[in-house]
C-alpha cells in the first residue's frame, strides 16, 4: 500500500464547476497536509495546508481532513482554466514532521 | 530573497559520468529535500537534511550521496550515472516549525544517455 495514494485522473471539469480532488494516506499518526498546484515543466506550489480536523477555506479552495478516515481532500470552487494543473497532495510522517511524502498527483482539466 | 536555487537548469550526461545538483536557500530553514519526479511517479524523497550535520534516506537513495555543506546548501551527487535516472531533480526546504511547509527550487531536468 502506498503511504499516499490519489486517483491520476484526468479530471474534467466545465469551467464555473467544482472540483473534488481526493487523497488517502496510510500513517495513522500523520499531522500536517498540504495540497500543492504543478503547471507543468514548474515546480509544486502550496495552496493549502490542514493541521486539524475540519474544513479550511481559502478564497475558492476548501481543504477537508478526516483523520479517523485518513482522508484528505480539496474542493476548488468556480474551477477556471487556469486551474488546471496537477494537484499534489503531501503527508508528514509520524517519525518527524521533516518527513514529507507525496502522493503521485491528480491532473485536472478545466473545460472551458 | 531568492527562496530556494538549484544550479543546473539542464544537465545531459553519458553513463558512468559523474555530477553534482547543487541547491541553496536563504530562508534560514533547518530542513532541505531532494526530490526526483517522474512521469507518473509523482515525487519521490532521494534524501532529506532534517538540520545541518544530519542526512537521512529516503525512499529512493540507491545511486546518489548528498552532502549538507552548511545551512545554506544541499548538493546531491551522482557517483556513476545510469539512464535509470534520467528524471526531473527538485530541491526544497523546510522551516523549523511543523506548520511550516516546503518552497521548491526551479528544478533541474536530467537526462543520462
Known amino acids: 500500500q502506498k503511504e499516499v495514494e490519489q486517483n491520476s485522473g484526468p479530471l474534467s471539469v466545465p469551467e464555473g464547476a467544482i472540483a473534488s480532488l481526493n487523497c488517502t494516506y496510510s500513517d495513522r499518526g500523520s499531522q500536517s497536509f498540504f495540497w500543492y498546484r504543478q503547471y507543468s515543466g514548474k515546480s509544486p506550489e502550496l495552496i493549502m495546508s490542514i493541521y486539524s480536523n475540519g474544513d479550511k477555506e481559502d478564497g475558492r479552495f476548501t481543504a477537508q481532513l478526516n483523520k479517523a478516515s485518513q482522508y484528505v481532500s480539496l474542493l476548488i470552487r468556480d474551477s477556471q482554466p487556469s486551474d488546471s494543473a496537477t494537484y499534489l497532495c503531501?503527508?508528514?510522517?509520524?517519525?518527524?514532521?521533516?518527513?514529507?511524502?507525496f502522493g503521485t498527483g491528480t491532473k485536472l482539466q478545466v473545460i472551458p | 530573497n531568492a527562496g530556494v536555487t538549484q544550479t543546473p537548469k539542464f544537465q545531459v550526461l553519458k553513463t558512468g559520468q559523474s555530477m553534482t545538483l547543487q541547491c541553496a536557500q536563504d530562508?534560514?530553514?533547518?530542513?532541505m529535500y531532494w526530490y526526483r519526479q517522474d512521469p507518473g511517479m509523482g515525487l519521490r524523497l532521494i534524501y532529506y537534511?532534517?538540520?545541518?550535520?544530519?542526512?537521512d534516506k529516503g525512499e529512493v537513495p540507491n545511486g546518489y550521496n548528498v552532502s549538507r555543506l552548511n545551512k545554506r546548501e544541499f548538493s546531491l551527487r551522482l557517483e556513476s550515472a545510469a539512464p535509470s535516472q534520467t528524471s526531473v531533480y527538485f530541491c526544497?526546504?523546510?522551516?523549523?516549525?511543523?506548520?511550516?511547509?516546503?518552497?521548491f527550487g526551479p528544478g533541474t531536468r536530467l537526462t543520462v544517455l
Open positions: 503531501a503527508v508528514t510522517s509520524s517519525g518527524g514532521y521533516q518527513k514529507v511524502t
Open positions: 530562508m534560514n530553514h533547518n530542513s
Open positions: 526544497a526546504s523546510l522551516g523549523t516549525m511543523g506548520t511550516d511547509t516546503q518552497y
Open positions: 537534511s532534517a538540520s545541518e550535520g544530519t542526512t
